[in-house]
């Protein structure tokens, strides 16, 4: 398995990744895209690369060439606030960034 950093035009694909990832648990809830628009099952076309052209860090997961995960790191990543300084989420993030960045 590779992780890496997501290339502009590999957006499309990691849009197809997380709709997919978000499709299973909106129709177990009755999620659609009127009553649950932000919903990642719904992300609209172009979300990812406004993102992107943003400064939002994409990484993706390969796993022979294929993407099979994705993540984003931007400012609007949350922790609880009586979390915040535990060593686990520091670590949790230190090991995103030593993946990725």
Request: charged share 25%; glycine share 10%; aromatic share 10%.
């Amino acid at each position: 398995m590779e992780i890496r950093l997501l290339k502009r035009e590999e957006l499309g694909e990691a849009a197809l990744v997380v709709r997919g990832a978000f499709a299973t648990v909106a129709e177990e809830f009755g999620l659609t895209q009127e009553n649950c628009p932000t919903n990642g099952a719904f992300l609209p076309e172009g979300k990812l690369e406004t993102q992107f052209d943003a400064g939002v860090r994409m990484a993706g997961a390969f796993d022979g060439g294929t993407l099979i995960g994705f993540a984003a790191v931007d400012p609007s990543n949350a922790v609880k606030p009586d979390w915040k300084s535990w060593r686990y989420c520091r670590r949790a993030d230190m090991k995103v960034q030593a993946d990725c960045w």
